[in-house]
């Protein structure tokens, strides 16, 4: 049973437009939430994380939305660029739970078209 | 070196082999953890080590053991594998949960 999921195995935007990648979950245990980007033969990247007493997140062009009646979160990228193409992989947390285990979801394949 | 490296990068082994795998971090974290990544599948956690004490096996099979001599470094060594053990191995550390885990780049591993 997969605990986050991410729906969309791939996404392409153009170049300046938004990109939206989504992610639901199913425990309501899980208070922390992070996106991670992962380039081909790289290791996943941190780049953002949102904390369950928020509802939102900014960084730059990276926005992450918290809604937890939904379970569901999402990432906005605006605007888009080539180089953010990459997989994007959403990971869940229960802080309660000490042991720092991170649950990740599938991944999107992102594509940004120039 | 900065951040979390790995070694090897790839790896092609046959099922009879034993070999390691290396991870080291150079980021002062306290906590390093190692993750399979198979194709269309999410990342698993296989093991969690914090102060070099394993927190978390993750029903791992007996064919991949774990050793982490210190805070730093965390090996994997894998012995009588399977084809369908096939798969990017990451290393992981962290300090805490602010900021998330930090991955190295991850080994290719081939088993014939």
């Known amino acids: 049973d997969q605990q986050v999921k991410q729906n969309s195995p791939s996404l392409s935007v153009q170049e300046g437009r938004i990109s939206i990648l989504n992610c639901d979950y199913t425990?309501?245990?899980?208070?922390?939430f992070l996106w991670y980007k992962k380039y081909p033969a790289e290791g996943p990247t941190f780049l953002i994380s949102?904390?369950?007493?928020?509802d939102k997140n900014e960084d730059g062009r990276f926005t992450v939305f918290l809604n937890k009646s939904a379970k569901h979160l999402s990432l906005h990228i605006v605007p888009s660029q080539p180089g953010d193409s990459a997989v994007y992989f959403c990971?869940?947390?229960?802080?309660?739970?000490?042991?720092?285990?991170?649950?990740f979801g599938k991944g999107t394949k992102l594509t940004v078209n120039p | 070196e900065t951040g979390v490296t790995q070694t090897p990068r790839h790896l092609v082994m046959g099922m009879t082999n034993k070999k390691s795998l290396k991870c080291e971090q150079h980021?002062?974290?306290?906590?390093m953890y190692w993750y399979k990544q198979s194709a269309k599948k999410p990342l698993e956690l296989m093991f969690v080590?914090?102060?070099?004490?394993?927190?978390e096996n993750n029903s791992v099979p007996s064919r991949f053991s774990p050793e982490c001599p210190n805070s730093s470094h965390l090996f994997l060594h894998l012995h009588t594998l399977q084809p369908e053990d096939s798969a990017l191995y990451l290393c992981?550390?962290?300090?805490?949960?602010?900021?998330?885990?930090?991955f190295g780049p991850g080994t290719r591993l081939t088993v014939l």
């Open positions: 425990n309501s245990m899980f208070d922390y």
């Open positions: 980021l002062g974290h306290n906590a």
């Open positions: 949102i904390s369950s007493i928020k």
């Open positions: 990971a869940a947390d229960s802080t309660q739970g000490g042991s720092e285990k991170l649950v």
């Open positions: 992981a550390s962290s300090q805490n949960l602010v900021g998330g885990q930090f």
């Open positions: 080590y914090n102060f070099k004490e394993q927190t």
